[in-house]
């Protein structure tokens, strides 16, 4: 739902890049997005096309990778990957835990960009 | 063909924000202000226990509310008829607060006569979890009649709050949708440190258990 602003960002934080490396064109940015994220690849794709026109990073593909979820046990410290679908029961897959950290899932991280 | 090369950025993409958002964290506790983010979805009962908040808290605190909303006034109305003061964002579509909208609207009150800022977040389970405001405390609510799926269907709301006020506990009675036991399970499986509260902002029923826990959390 929010995708617009978060698009902002992306473009905003990957020009500020390209035009303190002597770029001539963005060819793709690759982003790491958490699975908890509401985000929708296919909006996020459709706001940048129309926020980067007439930028050096029009036409640019966002390749977006989703981070997994990832707790861990405040028991035996072990992390451990959670199905989104079976978010209902974390429990440690080691110990049995069933108090758990998440540590992972939650990012919103450009990791690079690709340019010509 | 042209050569292709990387340019390695690993940065944050909300980082702005979250910058920002530690900024004006630090900017109120300098000036003694303690502020809360309350979010829900529409309808959870967000202004309700506002309400009840300004009603029990309003002697020992000098309280300010900033009211997000798409494009009403409604609330801002109704909280400055408790006597305090309110600022209304009207965010005009947007589906979330964040810092510079925040900062704006504290632009507009008169910080030196305040201790403790309420904001009221959009109604909405999804985006406001995603932007820090600068609040001190991220409180939710969850209102029996929307069901204890809630955290199955929202987890990233549960792993950001302090605290979660189950509301309109009055309700437990006519349906079988809500098991409090179950919701407690699923919140504190995402967060094991968050607070549980149950409260009725109809009946008045562990409104006191709120104010005690909320007024610790800002004398200290």
Redesign the interface.
Same mark, same amino acid.
Do not use: C, F, G
């Given at each position: 739902? =929010?995708e617009l602003?978060?698009t902002e !960002?992306?473009l905003n934080?990957?020009l500020k =890049?390209?035009n303190s %490396?002597n770029?001539?064109r963005i060819?793709s940015i690759s982003?790491r997005i958490g699975e908890? !994220?509401?985000l929708v690849n296919e909006w996020v794709q459709r706001y940048f096309d129309y926020l980067s026109k007439d930028t050096i990073a029009e036409g640019a593909k966002l390749d977006i990778e989703r981070s997994p979820v990832v707790f861990r046990c405040?028991r035996c410290e072990k992390s451990f990957q959670v199905d989104?679908k079976k978010? *209902?029961?974390?429990i440690c897959p080691n110990c049995g835990g *069933? *108090?758990?950290?998440?540590i992972s899932g939650?990012?919103?991280?450009? *990791? %690079?960009?690709?340019?010509? | 063909m042209e050569e292709i090369r990387l340019i390695e950025i690993k940065e944050e993409i909300l980082s702005d924000n979250k910058d920002l958002a530690d900024g004006l964290r630090e900017r109120l506790s300098k000036n003694g202000i303690f502020m809360m983010n309350l979010m829900s979805s529409p309808g959870g009962g967000k202004t309700s226990l506002i309400l009840q908040t300004i009603r029990a808290m309003k002697d020992d605190f000098r309280i300010g509310v900033i009211e997000g909303d798409i494009d009403s006034m409604v609330d801002a109305e109704t909280v400055v008829k408790e006597g305090v003061s309110a600022v209304q964002l009207r965010t005009g579509g947007f589906c979330h607060l964040d810092v510079p909208m925040v900062t704006s609207a504290l632009d507009a009150m008169d910080l030196e006569s305040l201790d403790f800022v309420i904001i009221e977040n959009i109604g909405n389970l999804v985006c406001p979890a995603e932007f820090d405001t600068g609040a001190h405390l991220n409180a939710m609510i969850l209102s029996v009649p929307e069901g204890d799926d809630k955290p199955l269907k929202y987890p990233l709301m549960f792993t950001v709050c302090d605290v979660l006020l189950v509301n309109k506990i009055d309700y437990l009675k006519y349906g079988e949708d809500f098991d409090l036991k179950v919701v407690k399970e699923r919140a504190l499986n995402l967060n094991p440190e968050i607070k549980i509260i149950k409260i009725s902002c109809k009946t008045g029923e562990g409104v006191d258990e709120w104010i005690n826990w909320l007024g610790d959390r800002i004398v200290s």
């Open positions: 739902m =929010h602003p978060v !960002s992306i934080i990957a =890049h390209a %490396n770029v001539e060819v982003l908890l !994220s509401d405040d989104l978010i *209902k029961e974390v *069933k *108090k758990n950290t998440l939650r990012e919103y991280y450009i *990791k %690079n960009i690709a340019v010509i | -």
